[in-house]
C-alpha cells in the first residue's frame, strides 16, 4: 500500500536486460506508478521502460530517446506500461524516438473515464508490432503522434471495449506495412465516439490506411485539416469507416487513395444514422466514394461546402450511394473506367445494379430525395455517366457541366412520382441515350440542357417519359435545349399531361421531335394535356419525320401548338406532323421553310395536320413548303362553327 516513484535525471541502460522497470502491486487507487526520464533509456533484452500496476494509475514522463534492443520478442517494447486493474495510463514522450517490439504499447482494464492517454512528438517505431497501442475495456484511449507512428503491424492502434468511453487518435505521419495506419475502434455495443484527426501536411498510410468503426451508438468521425495530406490503402481502403447509427463523418481537406478491390474512402452505417463524406483533395480507389447507410441521409459534399477534389474509380463507380433516406452528392469532377456493364429492359430501366456498376455517379434511395450536382466533368465507365433512382414519392435532382459516357447513357433519372429536375451546362456525349428521364408514377420532369446533347447510334438524345399526369418540360425560352444530334429520335417526350419542347437546333437519324401527350399503360385514364413545341433553328428527321407532335386529350382545352421558325427537314416521313385524336383541341402551326422528302417507303407531306373532333386548325409558314405529296396537307372533322382550317402561306 504506497506509492512509487522513479525520477531519472540522466542516460539509463540496462545492458542486460530492461532499462527501468516500474511495478506496484498495492490494490488502493491511489498506489499509483511515476516514472520521470530526462535523458535516453535503453534497454538490452527487455523494454526499454516497463510499467505496471494493480489499483493504481501510471504516469511516465519521457524526455530522451527510448530504445529496445531485445529484438522480436514481446518483452521488448519501447515503453511498456499496464494498469491491470482499473487505473489511468499516462504517456508524454517528447524524445526524438521510440523503438521497440511496440514502439508504445498501454493497456487497461478500467470500465469508465480516461483510461489511456499517449502523446508523442518524435518517431515512435513498433519493429515487430505497433506504433503506439491503447487498449481499455470501456473507458476512453487517447493517443496523439505529432512527429511519426510506424508499426509493422500497425501505426496507431486505439481500441475500447464496452462502456462510454471515446476513442480518438491525432495523427502526424503513419504507416504500417502490414497493417493500419490508423485504427480506432469501438466494440462490445460500446456508447463513445470513435474520431481520428490527420495533421499538418501528412501521410498516412497501411493495408488500411485509416480504420475508424464502432459497434455501438456512437459518432465516427475521420478528419483532416490541410490541403496536402494523403490517406492512402496499400491493400485496403483509404479510409474505411462504421458506424451503427451514430452520425458518420469523413472531412477530409487532403486527398484519399484505395488499394485495387477498395475505395479510396468506404463509409458505411450499418443503423440508421447519417453519412457525411467531403473531400477537397483528391480520392481513388476501384470505387471513389462508397456510401451507404439503411435509412439515414447521405451527403457527400454539400450546397455550401462542395467536395472539390477529383474523384477516379478504376473497375466500379466513382461515387456510390445508396439507402432509404435521401442522397445530396455536391462534387467537381468524377470518373471511372471498367466497371460492370448494364442491360436495359422494356421500359428502359437498367439491370443488373451493383456497387460493381461502371457509373460514374450511382445514387439510389429507396424512399428518399436524391440530389446530384457536379460542376466538373463527369466520365463514365462500362455502364453509363449517371444514374440515380428514388423508389420513393420524392424528388430528384441533376445538375452537371459536361458529362461523357464511353458505354451506356451520359444520364439516367428514374422516379416513382416524385419530380425530375435536370438542368445541364456543359457537352453531353454518349455511346447510349444522352439523356433519360423517366418517371413511372405520373410526376413532372424538366430538362434544361444549356450545352449540345449527342447520343450513339440506334438510341434518342433525350428521352422523357412521364407514366401519368406529370408535366413534361424539355428547355424554357431563357435557356433553350440544343444542338442535340441523336442517333435515332433526337427528343422524344411522352405524358398524359402537359408537354412542352423549347429547343434551338435538332438532328435524329430517325425522327427529330416527338412530344405526344397520349395514355401510357392501358390502365391509364385518358391523357388530358396540352403539347407546346418550340424550335428556332434546324429540325432534321434524317429517316422519317421531322416533327411529330400528338394529343390525345379528351378535352378541346388539349391543343397542339408547333412553332418550328427553323428550316424543317425530314426524309420518308412527314416534316411536320400534327395530330389531335379525340376532343376537338385546336392545332397551331408557325413555320418556315420545310422540305419533305420522299424515299423508299413513299411520298410525304411538308405540313400534315389532323384534327379529330371539333378542332380548329391555323397554320402560317413564312418560307418555301416543299412535300413529296402535298406541300400542306390539313383536315379536321369538325362540324360546329369553330372548327375548320385556316392556311396563311407566305
Known amino acids: 500500500n504506497g506509492r512509487v516513484v522513479i525520477d531519472a535525471s540522466g542516460p539509463v541502460t540496462g545492458e542486460t536486460s530492461y532499462g527501468i522497470i516500474g511495478i506496484n502491486n498495492g490494490l488502493l487507487a491511489d498506489n499509483t506508478l511515476t516514472i520521470r526520464t530526462a535523458g535516453p533509456v535503453t534497454s538490452t533484452s527487455g523494454s526499454a521502460i516497463s510499467a505496471q500496476t494493480i489499483g ?209 474512402v468506404s463509409a458505411i452505417n450499418t443503423g440508421s444514422g447519417a453519412v457525411n463524406v467531403n473531400v477537397d483533395g483528391a480520392v481513388s480507389g476501384t470505387t471513389g466514394i462508397y456510401a451507404v447507410t439503411g435509412t439515414g441521409a447521405i451527403d457527400i459534399g454539400t450546397a455550401g461546402d462542395r467536395s472539390t477534389g477529383s474523384i477516379t474509380a478504376n473497375g466500379a463507380p466513382g461515387i456510390y450511394a445508396a439507402t432509404a433516406g435521401n442522397i445530396g452528392i455536391h462534387v467537381g469532377a468524377v470518373s471511372t473506367t471498367g466497371g460492370n456493364p448494364v442491360s436495359f429492359g422494356d421500359d428502359r430501366q437498367p439491370f443488373p445494379i451493383s456497387s460493381d456498376s461502371g457509373y460514374a455517379i450511382l445514387a439510389l434511395s429507396s424512399a428518399g430525395t436524391v440530389t446530384i450536382d457536379a460542376n466538373g466533368l463527369v466520365s463514365g465507365g462500362a455502364a453509363g455517366g449517371i444514374y440515380a433512382r428514388t423508389a420513393g414519392t420524392n424528388a430528384l435532382s441533376i445538375s452537371t457541366a459536361a458529362v461523357t459516357a464511353a458505354a451506356g447513357d451520359a444520364i439516367q433519372a428514374d422516379a416513382f412520382g416524385g419530380n425530375i429536375s435536370i438542368v445541364t451546362t456543359g457537352a453531353i456525349n454518349a455511346a447510349l441515350v444522352g439523356i433519360e428521364a423517366n418517371n413511372r408514377n405520373g410526376g413532372a420532369i424538366s430538362i434544361l440542357s444549356g450545352g449540345s446533347v449527342t447520343s450513339g447510334a440506334g438510341t434518342n438524345g433525350i428521352n422523357a417519359r412521364s407514366n401519368g399526369t406529370g408535366s413534361v418540360t424539355i428547355g424554357s425560352t431563357a435557356q433553350r435545349t440544343g444542338p442535340v444530334v441523336a442517333g435515332a429520335t433526337g427528343v422524344f417526350a411522352t405524358s398524359e399531361g402537359d408537354i412542352n419542347v423549347v429547343v434551338s437546333s435538332v438532328t435524329g437519324a430517325t425522327r427529330g421531335i416527338v412530344a405526344a401527350n397520349q395514355r401510357t399503360t392501358s390502365s391509364s385514364p385518358a391523357a388530358n394535356g396540352r403539347v407546346v413545341i418550340d424550335a428556332t433553328g434546324p429540325v432534321i428527321g434524317q429517316s422519317t419525320i421531322g416533327i411529330i407532335g400528338v394529343t390525345n386529350g379528351v378535352l378541346a382545352s388539349n391543343t397542339l401548338v408547333i412553332n418550328a421558325l427553323g428550316p424543317v427537314t425530314s426524309t420518308g416521313g412527314s416534316g411536320i406532323s400534327a395530330q389531335v385524336t379525340n376532343g376537338g383541341g385546336d392545332i397551331t402551326i408557325r413555320s418556315g421553310a420545310v422540305t419533305a422528302n420522299s424515299s423508299t417507303n413513299g411520298t410525304w407531306d411538308g405540313i400534315f395536320a389532323d384534327g379529330r373532333g371539333d378542332s380548329l386548325i391555323s397554320i402560317a409558314t413564312t418560307g418555301t413548303v416543299s412535300g413529296s405529296n402535298y406541300g400542306i396537307d390539313a383536315f379536321s372533322t369538325g362540324s360546329t362553327a369553330r372548327a375548320g382550317v385556316n392556311i396563311a402561306a407566305g
Open 56 to 264: 493504481g494509475n501510471i504516469d511516465i514522463t519521457a524526455q530522451g530517446s527510448i530504445l529496445s534492443n531485445a529484438g522480436p520478442t514481446w518483452f521488448g517494447d519501447g515503453i511498456y506500461a499496464e494498469a491491470s486493474g482499473t487505473g489511468a495510463v499516462s504517456v508524454l514522450a517528447t524524445g526524438a524516438s521510440i523503438s521497440g517490439y511496440d514502439g508504445i504499447y498501454t493497456a487497461t482494464r478500467a470500465t469508465s473515464g480516461i483510461g489511456i492517454d499517449v502523446q508523442t512528438t518524435g518517431v515512435v517505431s513498433g519493429l515487430t508490432q505497433f506504433g503506439l497501442y491503447g487498449r481499455a475495456l470501456g473507458a476512453s484511449v487517447n493517443l496523439a503522434s505529432q512527429g511519426t507512428a510506424t508499426g509493422v503491424l500497425g501505426g496507431l492502434v486505439a481500441t475500447t471495449s464496452g462502456g462510454s468511453g471515446n476513442v480518438t487518435v491525432s495523427t502526424a505521419n503513419a504507416d504500417s506495412a502490414n497493417g493500419m495506419g490508423v485504427s480506432a475502434t469501438i466494440t462490445n455495443a460500446g456508447t463513445g465516439l470513435v474520431r481520428v484527426d490527420v495533421t499538418g501536411a501528412s501521410t498516412v498510410s497501411g493495408v488500411t490506411g485509416v480504420l475508424a468503426t464502432t459497434d455501438g451508438s456512437g459518432a465516427v468521425t475521420v478528419a483532416s485539416n490541410t490541403a496536402g495530406s494523403r490517406v492512402i490503402g496499400t491493400g485496403g481502403a483509404g479510409v474505411q469507416a462504421s458506424a451503427n447509427g451514430g452520425l458518420l463523418t469523413v472531412a477530409l481537406a487532403g486527398g484519399a487513395t484505395g488499394a485495387t478491390g477498395h475505395a479510396g
